[in-house]
């Protein structure tokens, strides 16, 4: 299967991202890595790269992907993304079937 990073907007293999979760208690809403992949709720895609998820941040993708109401806390995940990778390297690994914003084939 492919998906779209909400930060780069590469797409990619879904083995190759991270989906991550929204969570929530009364006053506030937090991202969490779902490693597993099949935590319930909406899911977001992202490279587990800080640059990712720095785009991601600036673009304000989570909330829209996530289709959040409130502000959302992004320390418990940007800490799992930087024990992922801790030089700060970019997606960049040389794999050749990353397509930017590939149109979409096949039926629906």
């Known amino acids: 299967m492919v998906r779209t990073c909400v930060g780069c907007r590469l797409r990619t293999a879904k083995s190759d991202l991270l989906r991550v979760v ?3 208690d009364e006053a506030t809403a ?3 890595a779902d490693v597993s992949g099949h935590a319930p709720g909406r899911g977001a895609h992202l490279h ?3 640059e990712c998820l720095g785009l991601a ?3 304000r ?3 829209r ?3 959040a109401r409130t502000p959302i806390d992004l320390t418990d995940l940007r800490r799992y993304v930087e024990e992922q990778d801790p030089g700060g390297t970019d997606q960049g ?3 050749t079937t990353l397509v930017r ?3 979409k084939t096949g039926s629906a």
Do not use: S
């Open 93 to 95: 690994t040389g794999d």
């Open 65 to 67: 992907a996530l289709r």
């Open 30 to 32: 937090w991202l969490v």
């Open 57 to 59: 941040e600036r673009r």
């Open 61 to 63: 993708a989570f909330t």
């Open 48 to 50: 587990p790269t800080r």
């Open 101 to 103: 914003n590939a149109p």
């Open 22 to 24: 929204l969570a929530r």
